[in-house]
C-alpha cells in the first residue's frame, strides 16, 4: 500500500515532477470517522463561499 | 401587468423563473420559452454517461412544475429579438419557433417589457471537423453534455468493457476537442468516473486512458489554475491534478487545439506549434461552446445583432470588453449586473452572457492558432447570476424603473466544484474544491489572486457525500418542493 501510486511516476515523464499519496493520506480518505468530521468542515466552509457570494 | 420572458429553462435561466413568479405573483406574468419538454440536473450526466444514474433519475418533466408555479411556459426556442418592436408598434418581442410535437416549426411573436436570455452554450461541435456537425454529435466521438449523450457516451463504453474482458486492449481519450473549449472541469469529472468502473469491472490493467486538454497546464480549469490550502501549504492546482493523474494512473497531453477528428484517431496541435495524431477506441471530447445565435432586430427591421451580441453569440451585458491585453485585465473588468448597454430591460444570465474575456492567460501556437480555456459560467455562478437578475427585474416592476439593479459579479462570487469517481456512497471518492472569487483578483489578493481561506480542495468521501447530497438537493430546489426557496445556489 506504501508504494501505491508510486509505481506509476516515470522518469522524466510527465508526472515524474508530481507528488503522490502516502497510506496515510489514503487511509483518511476513506476513514469513515475522518471524513464525517471533514464533511462537516467541507460544508461549513462550502456554505460561506455560497454566502459571500450572494 | 409587467410581462417578464425568459429564454432558456436551465440552472440559469429556470432560478430566474422561478424566483420572479414567487416574487412577482398572480399580478405580472413569468414566461419561460425553452426548446426542451424536460429539465436536467447537467452535472449528474456524468454519472449517467458511465451507467450509474438513469437519464429519469437526471431529468424531470417542466410543464407540470412551471404550472405550480403560475409561469406560462412555451416549449419553444427563441429565434430573435425586436427590442424595438417593429413598424407598427413600440412594445418589444422575441420570435420563437415551437419544438412541441404537433406544434414543431410554428412561429409566434411574444412581447415583453423586460427580457432576461438565459440561452447557455450552442454545443459547437461544428468547429472541429469529425467532431460533428451543426446538427450535433458526430460518429467517432461521445459527449456528456446532455443527458441523451450520456445515455450513449455509457453504451459506448459498456461496449470497450466487453472487449476488455475478451482480452482486447482499449484506449480512452478524454478531453476538450479544440483550443477554445471550457468545461474542462466536467471531462476531469468523467475520466475518473471512467478509471474507477474499469477498476470496478476488473480490467483496468486492459486499458490506457489519457487526457487531452486546451489547458496550458494541468489543473487550469479555465480559470487560470488556483492555489489551495492543503498540509500547512499554498498548493497550486496543477501539482494537485497531476499528482491524482498520477495516483489513477492516467497520461495527459496539454495545450492541445484538436483539429480534426477521425475514427479512431484525433489530429492536434500543441502550444509549440508541433502537430500530433492520437489514437483511441473511445473518447469523450468536450465541444467548444458558443451563444445559440438569437437575431436582433431593429424597428426599422436592421439587423443589430452586432450590436447585441458579441462575435461569439453570447449577449454583451455591462462588462469591461476593452480591457486589451492580459496585463490589463482587472477584476472589476468582469459584469455585476448583466443588463445589456444598449437596452436596459434585457439581462443576460449564465453561460448566455458574453464575458469580458478569458480568466486563464490567452495563449497561442507560433503558427498563431489559439490555445486557451475560455471562461467556464459553473453551475453555482449560472444561479447566482440567475437570481440577481431576477431580482432586479423583479425591483424594477414592483418598485420602479429606476429601483437599483442586484449585483452578482464573479470576482465577488464563489464556486463550490465537486469531482466525483464513482457513485457508491463507501467505495467512490471525490475531489470536492471551492474557489472564491471564481475571477482572481490580485489587487485585493496579492500573489495567487484568491482567499486561501476559501479556496481549497481535498480528495475523500466527505466531497463525494456533498456531490450525492447535491444532486438530490438541486433536483428538490428544481421541482419546487417545499423549502426550495431556502436551498443556496
Ligand atoms: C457534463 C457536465 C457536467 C457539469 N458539471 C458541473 C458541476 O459539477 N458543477 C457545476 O457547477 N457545473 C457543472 N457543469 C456546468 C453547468 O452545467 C453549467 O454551468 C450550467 O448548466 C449553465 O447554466 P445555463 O442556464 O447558463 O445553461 P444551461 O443549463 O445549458 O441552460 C440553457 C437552456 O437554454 C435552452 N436554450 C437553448 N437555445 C435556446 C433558444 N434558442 N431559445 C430558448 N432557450 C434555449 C437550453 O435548452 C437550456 O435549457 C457541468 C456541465 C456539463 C456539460
Redesign the pocket.
Known amino acids: 500500500m506504501s508504494k501505491y501510486g508510486e509505481k506509476n511516476i516515470r522518469a522524466y515523464g510527465n508526472n515524474f515532477t508530481t507528488m503522490t499519496p502516502g497510506p496515510v493520506a489514503k487511509f483518511l480518505r476513506t476513514n469513515l470517522i475522518f471524513q464525517a468530521i471533514r464533511f462537516i468542515i467541507i460544508n461549513i466552509k462550502m456554505l460561506v463561499v455560497v454566502s459571500k457570494s450572494h | 401587468m409587467a410581462r417578464l420572458v425568459v429564454?432558456?429553462?436551465?440552472?440559469?435561466?429556470h432560478t430566474a423563473a422561478t424566483f420572479a413568479a414567487e416574487w412577482l405573483g398572480s399580478a405580472h406574468e413569468v414566461v419561460v420559452?425553452?426548446?426542451?419538454a424536460k429539465w436536467n440536473w447537467?452535472?449528474s450526466?456524468?454519472w449517467v454517461g458511465v451507467g450509474q444514474m438513469t437519464k429519469e433519475e437526471v431529468t424531470f418533466d417542466l410543464a407540470p412544475v412551471y404550472a405550480k408555479a403560475g409561469i406560462k411556459y412555451h416549449q419553444a426556442?427563441?429565434l430573435g429579438i425586436h427590442p424595438e418592436g417593429n413598424e407598427t408598434s413600440d412594445k418589444p418581442y422575441v420570435v420563437i419557433e415551437s419544438t412541441e410535437a404537433g406544434k414543431a416549426g410554428q412561429i409566434e411573436n411574444i412581447e415583453y417589457d423586460y427580457l432576461i436570455n438565459?440561452?447557455?452554450?450552442k454545443l459547437n461541435f461544428a468547429a472541429t471537423p469529425g467532431l460533428g456537425d451543426a446538427n450535433g454529435l458526430g460518429e467517432f466521438t461521445v459527449s456528456?453534455?446532455t443527458a441523451d449523450h450520456a445515455v450513449h457516451a455509457n453504451e459506448e463504453l459498456h461496449k470497450c468493457i466487453e472487449k476488455m474482458k475478451k482480452g482486447e486492449r482499449q484506449k480512452f481519450l478524454i478531453g476538450t476537442g479544440h483550443g477554445m473549449c471550457t468545461?474542462q472541469?466536467?471531462a476531469f469529472?468523467y475520466i475518473f468516473n471512467i478509471e474507477h468502473e474499469l477498476n470496478k469491472a476488473g480490467v483496468r490493467d486492459m486499458a490506457d486512458i489519457k487526457w487531452i486538454s486546451n489547458e496550458s497546464f494541468l489543473g487550469d480549469f479555465g480559470v487560470g489554475g488556483l492555489h489551495m490550502k492543503a498540509m500547512g501549504f499554498a498548493v497550486s492546482s496543477k501539482i494537485f491534478a497531476e499528482s491524482l493523474f498520477a495516483e489513477r494512473d492516467v497520461d495527459w497531453i496539454i495545450g492541445a487545439h484538436v483539429n480534426k477528428v477521425e475514427k479512431g484517431k484525433v489530429h492536434y496541435e500543441l502550444l509549440d506549434g508541433s502537430m500530433g495524431e492520437e489514437e483511441f477506441d473511445f473518447s469523450m471530447l468536450i465541444p467548444p461552446f458558443a451563444g445559440?445565435g438569437?437575431k436582433a432586430i431593429n424597428k426599422a427591421g436592421e439587423d443589430i445583432t452586432a450590436t447585441i451580441f458579441a462575435p461569439n453569440g453570447f449577449m454583451k451585458v455591462d462588462a469591461n470588453y476593452a480591457a486589451g491585453a492580459y496585463e490589463n485585465w482587472k477584476a472589476s473588468d468582469w459584469p455585476s449586473t448583466y443588463q445589456n448597454p444598449t437596452y436596459g430591460n434585457m439581462f443576460a444570465c449564465?453561460?448566455?452572457f458574453a464575458p469580458p474575456h478569458p480568466i486563464s492567460k490567452p495563449m497561442s501556437s507560433p503558427n498563431g492558432t489559439p490555445i486557451n480555456p475560455t471562461p467556464p459560467?459553473?453551475?453555482?455562478p449560472?444561479g447566482i447570476m440567475g437570481k440577481a437578475v431576477a431580482h432586479s427585474v423583479c425591483d424594477r416592476i414592483l418598485i420602479g424603473p429606476d429601483a437599483p439593479l442586484h449585483e452578482a459579479s464573479m470576482a465577488h462570487m464563489g464556486?463550490a466544484?465537486?469531482a466525483s469517481a464513482g457513485k457508491g456512497l463507501f467505495t467512490g471518492t471525490a475531489a470536492a474544491m471551492t474557489i472564491y472569487p471564481v475571477v482572481p483578483d490580485f489587487e485585493k489578493y496579492p500573489g495567487t489572486g484568491r482567499d486561501t481561506e476559501y479556496t481549497f480542495g481535498e480528495i475523500g468521501l466527505a466531497g463525494h457525500w456533498i456531490k450525492h447530497i447535491l444532486h438530490h438537493l438541486f433536483i428538490w430546489k428544481a421541482k419546487l418542493k417545499p423549502g426550495w426557496t431556502l436551498i443556496p445556489e
Open positions: 429564454l432558456g429553462g436551465g440552472v440559469s435561466g420559452v425553452t426548446p426542451n447537467i452535472p450526466n456524468i426556442k427563441a438565459a440561452t447557455g452554450p456528456v453534455c468545461c472541469g466536467a469529472e445559440v438569437l449564465g453561460i448566455a459560467r459553473t453551475g453555482m449560472s464556486a466544484c465537486v
